[in-house]
């Protein structure tokens, strides 16, 4: 069955440094998208993508956060200058236009020290 | 701001109990998504409803749009379905908004 992956599965960095997360989406799908969880709390939306572009994006996803497709198969979050209350786990989803589930990766733990 | 509430928080259940957990949505919400998460962190996708009723093995969802409410059944339970089940709600551009989650841990 095809799947969402994502790399590394564990990021740490230190306070001011970027980090770049990675994620394959299914290859058919269009629809992309970046969540996260801080521990303990609910998932929250950042970003979604579609057609090369930013389709929306949440009040958390600030001029540090940034997107990419950058070969038509990747689909990358940077984080510019970490703080401490970036650390999260970070998952990423796809989906094409069947049934409309979005099927998720299994996230990247970023820990900012 | 769409919102997803779900209950309960914590539940502890007996092998082989039925279980049911609950989710309420508001307006501007379309479908609903039934989501596993492990202690791992990973999520893994069980359904998506926009109406009626979904079964997948022990596993059964049912939504009713009139009342903004959705149920996620799991029939005989055992330990391995513990986990964290989250709902979400899908909103316009197909974002999710996601409930608190219930932590569920079946005892053998």
């Known amino acids: 069955e095809p799947e969402v992956t994502q790399t590394p599965s564990h990021q740490v960095t230190q306070m001011g440094q970027e980090v770049i997360l990675r994620c394959v989406p299914i290859?058919?799908?269009?629809?992309f998208y970046w969540y996260r969880q801080i521990l303990g709390q609910k998932v929250e939306f950042l970003v979604s993508?579609?057609?090369?572009?930013?389709?929306?994006k949440s009040e958390i996803f600030d001029d540090q956060f940034s997107v990419e497709r950058p070969d038509g198969s990747n689909f990358t979050l940077k984080i510019r200058s970490t703080k401490l209350e970036d650390s999260a786990m970070y998952f990423c989803?796809?989906?094409?236009?069947?049934?409309?589930?979005?099927?998720f990766g299994p996230g990247t733990r970023l820990t900012v020290t | 701001k769409n919102e997803v509430e779900q209950s309960p928080q914590n539940l502890t259940a007996q092998e082989g109990e039925f279980i049911t957990i609950n989710c309420s949505y508001s307006?501007?919400?379309?479908?609903l998504h039934w989501l596993q998460q492990h202690p791992g962190g990973g999520i893994v996708s069980l359904f998506m409803?926009?109406?009626g009723k979904k079964k997948h093995g022990r596993l059964i969802a049912t939504i009713n749009i009139q009342e903004k409410h959705s149920s996620l059944h799991i029939t005989a339970s055992h330990p391995r379905d513990s986990a964290v089940y989250i709902c979400?709600?899908?909103?316009?551009?197909?974002?999710?908004?996601f409930g608190a989650g219930t932590i569920l841990r079946v005892k053998s």
């Open positions: 989803a796809s989906f094409g236009d069947r049934a409309y589930e979005q099927y």
């Open positions: 290859s058919n799908h269009l629809y």
């Open positions: 993508f579609y057609n090369n572009e930013i389709s929306e």
């Open positions: 307006v501007g919400i379309s479908a």
């Open positions: 409803l926009s109406s």
């Open positions: 979400a709600g899908m909103e316009y551009g197909n974002k999710l908004v």
